[in-house]
């Protein structure tokens, strides 16, 4: 089946520090791919949309200056979170989907972020 | 509208017992629904879909159902598990303008299976 690989699986750092992840499709060609944000015994929260070789479409609220996705290539798209804080810890989950295909989002296992 | 990330319900049921798990969607324009188990620390697993032109389906000891009038859906699984216990999301595809097949999550249901 199909698989997206997201790491690291989690991250403790310092307060100010820029975090990235990587969120990637290992068997098929992933046109468009999903930033969500989930906190403690909540539901997934779309951040934004990204298609390979546009700008990412954010969701209100989610400030693009602050969580900047770059979606290169069919198989990669990266999150960072600039200058992390305290607030910004969650956990967070790609997907990724071949818009082309019937086939319906494959979710990666998350990233833990954790800022001190 | 968005679903709004709520504190989530919880189900506990017992070994072998039949569980329902409900959940209201938001667009009635939605034409395309999946269930979704979330185990701790794991992302979203895909369990069943339905689209909107059909009211039930069956999977392997699953069956989701679907009512478009009250805008509802459910999920029942059979002689559940202990290791079904997890965290179930609905979800709702909303179709057709550059939504780019964004999904919309419920709140979610906290199911516990007790041996």
């Known amino acids: 089946g199909a698989v997206v690989s997201q790491h690291p699986s989690r991250v403790i750092c310092k307060s100010g520090t820029s975090v990235k992840i990587e969120c990637r499709s290992l068997d098929f060609q992933a046109t468009t791919m999903f930033w969500y944000r989930q906190f403690p015994k909540q539901s997934l929260m779309l951040m934004a949309t990204?298609?390979?070789?546009?700008?990412?479409?954010?969701e209100q609220g989610v400030e693009k200056d602050k969580f900047l996705i770059n979606h290169a290539s069919l198989t990669l798209s990266t999150l960072t979170v600039t200058s992390a804080h305290p607030e910004d810890s969650s956990f967070y989950i790609c997907?990724?989907?071949?818009?082309?295909?019937?086939?319906?989002?494959?979710f990666g296992d998350g990233t833990r972020l954790s800022i001190l | 509208g968005e679903s709004v990330g709520l504190h989530l319900p919880t189900l506990s049921v017992q070994e072998g017992d039949n569980s329902i798990i409900n959940c209201a969607y938001s667009?009635?324009?939605?034409?395309?629904f999946i269930w979704y188990k979330q185990e701790s620390g794991k992302g979203p697993q895909f369990i069943i879909d339905?689209?909107?032109?059909?009211d039930k389906r069956q999977g392997q000891r699953v069956t989701v159902l679907l009512n478009k009038t009250v805008k509802h859906l459910s999920l029942q699984i059979a002689a559940t598990q202990p290791g079904d216990s997890a965290v179930y999301f609905c979800a709702e595809l909303n179709a057709g303008g550059t939504s780019y097949g964004k999904l919309t999550f419920g709140q979610g249901t906290i199911l516990t299976v007790h041996p």
């Open positions: 667009n009635s324009a939605s034409d395309y």
């Open positions: 997907s990724a989907r071949d818009l082309r295909s019937n086939q319906p989002q494959h």
């Open positions: 339905i689209r909107s032109n059909m």
């Open positions: 990204s298609n390979e070789g546009s700008k990412a479409t954010y």
